[in-house]
């Protein structure tokens, strides 16, 4: 039997994620379950999001006997499913191991990567990375040093748009274009020069060179480092790795992350005409019902795979023009979001009561209240959190509303910075006019 835990996981960018811990790395993952009020919760790690139509089905069947039916996207692309019981551990196990999805016991909540979505779909010019994600996982999974990273720890893989470089990972790999690409370490980091194949093992060597400077166990993402081991990171990397370190004032390829924005919900054309659909999920919570229509139109009309974003939103690569607009039309009936005119555009908040002990409010169900008349695609963003903690909120602007014991908190957020708050009562009418205005206050 496994035992679940008590502690629970912070997202990649919460407040507590660049500092030092005094207890051990509990993380929830396949192998080790978290004890929230609704149950047992599992956080299954799905590299880049990409998943067969055969594995999505796993995870649906897994989600319908053992919890409570529905599964649950996390802001780095992954699944979670809820409401299991504390004794299942090992049959989910099993499940997803005959799927394919646990490769390695003992780097199962070490697979963190995201990927930018849309790479190899669209007809942008930026190169397909898709090499890098299978090649990186798979140094993960051979590495025995790889296996004490933190189940925090985060690569972003961006094939040059900047979308996932802007998500404040860990090591982050850029394409520059076909041959060349840069290596970020830290978020915001210096960059450094790698050649485009080799740009998967110089991340795992980054990993591993992290956990050597890391002498405290504590230590569990690279914001966390001191100072001086954090600054001699990327020089040591290269002597490792055998790259240069450019001269000082003198930074390669892109400038600092952008904002890191979504892909607009709707089609997509990519090479040859074929089309690739990316559809929001309100609240990141897929039902047994949304879930179907989704690898029921992978396998029916796209190439058998679904790509989960870090926005909480599904990619549906492969499809016919013709066959793009008849499942739209389907994926809209099942209540996924399928272009910028839903009012669940730009709509998140964490899971909030009852699952959470901690939150102070049903904050879904207070977003969902709020959301606005009509929609608006001009609208920032706006994430809902029923704590201080902010599990899962975005990165780039938006506007963080918080439920505090003297009602809620209001503010916009840019990059790291945030504007004075407003903190309104709890009258439902009152706060959905707050955030409605906080919301159209773009400038």
């Given at each position: 039997?496994?035992?679940?835990?008590?502690?629970?996981?912070?997202?990649?960018?919460?407040?507590?994620?660049?500092t030092?811990?005094?207890g051990?790395?509990?993380?929830?993952?396949?192998?080790?379950?978290?004890?929230?009020?609704?149950?047992?919760?599992?956080?299954?790690?799905?590299?880049?999001?990409?998943?067969?139509?055969?594995?999505?089905?796993?995870?649906?069947?897994?989600?319908?006997?053992?919890?409570?039916?529905?599964?649950?996207?996390?802001?780095?692309?992954n699944?979670?499913?809820?409401?299991?019981?504390?004794?299942?551990?090992?049959?989910?196990?099993?499940?997803l191991?005959?799927?394919?999805?646990?490769?390695?016991?003992?780097?199962?909540?070490?697979?963190?990567?995201?990927?930018?979505?849309?790479?190899?779909?669209?007809?942008?010019?930026?190169?397909?990375?898709?090499?890098?994600?299978?090649?990186?996982?798979?140094?993960?999974?051979?590495?025995?040093?790889?296996?004490?990273?933190?189940?925090?720890?985060?690569?972003?893989?961006?094939?040059?748009?900047?979308?996932?470089?802007?998500?404040?990972?860990?090591?982050?790999?850029?394409?520059?274009?076909?041959?060349?690409?840069?290596?970020?370490t830290?978020?915001?980091?210096?960059l450094?020069?790698?050649?485009?194949?080799?740009?998967?093992?110089?991340?795992?060597?980054?990993?591993?060179?992290?956990?050597d400077?890391?002498?405290?166990?504590?230590?569990?993402?690279?914001s966390?480092?001191p100072?001086?081991?954090?600054a001699?990171?990327?020089?040591e990397?290269?002597?490792?790795?055998g790259?240069?370190?450019?001269?000082?004032?003198?930074?390669?390829?892109?400038?600092?992350?952008?904002?890191?924005?979504?892909?607009?919900?709707?089609?997509?054309?990519?090479p040859?005409?074929?089309?690739?659909?990316?559809l929001?999920?309100?609240?990141?919570?897929?039902?047994?019902?949304?879930?179907?229509?989704?690898?029921?139109?992978?396998?029916?009309?796209?190439?058998?795979?679904?790509?989960?974003?870090?926005?909480?939103?599904?990619?549906?690569?492969?499809?016919?023009a013709?066959?793009?607009?008849?499942?739209?039309?389907?994926?809209?009936?099942?209540?996924?979001?399928?272009?910028?005119?839903?009012?669940?555009a730009?709509?998140?908040?964490?899971?909030?009561?009852?699952?959470?002990?901690?939150?102070?409010a049903?904050?879904?169900?207070?977003?969902?209240?709020?959301?606005?008349?009509?929609?608006?695609?001009?609208?920032?963003?706006?994430?809902?959190?029923?704590c201080?903690?902010?599990?899962?909120?975005?990165?780039?602007?938006?506007?963080?509303?918080?439920?505090?014991?003297?009602?809620?908190?209001?503010?916009?957020?840019?990059?790291?910075?945030?504007?004075?708050?407003?903190?309104?009562?709890?009258?439902?009418?009152?706060?959905?006019?707050?955030?409605?205005?906080?919301?159209?206050?773009?400038?």
């Amino acid at each position: 039997m496994l035992a679940a835990m008590s502690a629970t996981a912070d997202s990649p960018g919460s407040p507590a994620a660049g500092t030092a811990r005094t207890g051990g790395d509990s993380c929830p993952g396949t192998l080790r379950l978290h004890r929230a009020d609704d149950g047992a919760l599992a956080r299954v790690r799905i590299p880049g999001g990409v998943l067969t139509a055969a594995q999505a089905r796993t995870l649906l069947a897994a989600a319908e006997r053992l919890g409570d039916g529905e599964l649950h996207l996390t802001s780095r692309g992954n699944l979670q499913l809820r409401g299991l019981g504390v004794d299942c551990g090992g049959e989910l196990a099993e499940l997803l191991r005959g799927a394919g999805m646990l490769p390695s016991d003992r780097h199962e909540r070490v697979r963190n990567a995201v990927v930018s979505p849309l790479s190899g779909l669209d007809t942008s010019g930026h190169p397909d990375i898709r090499s890098w994600l299978t090649g990186l996982d798979a140094l993960l999974c051979g590495s025995e040093r790889a296996a004490a990273l933190s189940g925090r720890f985060l690569f972003a893989l961006d094939d040059g748009r900047g979308d996932v470089d802007a998500l404040g990972a860990d090591l982050t790999l850029i394409a520059v274009d076909g041959a060349r690409a840069l290596l970020r370490t830290g978020a915001g980091g210096p960059l450094l020069p790698v050649p485009f194949d080799a740009a998967p093992r110089a991340a795992l060597i980054a990993a591993e060179v992290f956990l050597d400077l890391a002498a405290d166990p504590g230590v569990w993402r690279i914001s966390a480092l001191p100072d001086a081991a954090r600054a001699a990171l990327p020089a040591e990397v290269a002597r490792r790795a055998g790259l240069v370190v450019p001269p000082v004032g003198e930074p390669p390829g892109p400038p600092p992350p952008r904002p890191a924005r979504a892909p607009a919900p709707g089609a997509v054309t990519g090479p040859g005409g074929a089309v690739a659909l990316h559809l929001g999920v309100p609240m990141g919570r897929l039902t047994g019902a949304r879930w179907r229509a989704l690898v029921e139109t992978a396998e029916r009309l796209g190439s058998g795979e679904l790509r989960c974003t870090p926005w909480r939103g599904v990619v549906v690569p492969g499809l016919a023009a013709g066959a793009a607009r008849e499942a739209l039309d389907v994926l809209a009936e099942a209540g996924l979001v399928t272009g910028p005119d839903s009012p669940w555009a730009g709509v998140g908040a964490c899971v909030g009561r009852p699952g959470c002990a901690k939150s102070l409010a049903d904050v879904r169900a207070e977003a969902e209240a709020a959301l606005a008349p009509r929609p608006v695609p001009a609208l920032l963003p706006v994430y809902w959190s029923g704590c201080e903690r902010r599990c899962g909120h975005p990165h780039g602007e938006w506007i963080d509303v918080v439920a505090t014991p003297a009602g809620h908190r209001i503010a916009r957020v840019r990059g790291d910075s945030r504007d004075a708050p407003v903190t309104v009562p709890d009258d439902p009418a009152a706060l959905a006019a707050a955030v409605a205005a906080a919301r159209g206050a773009r400038t």
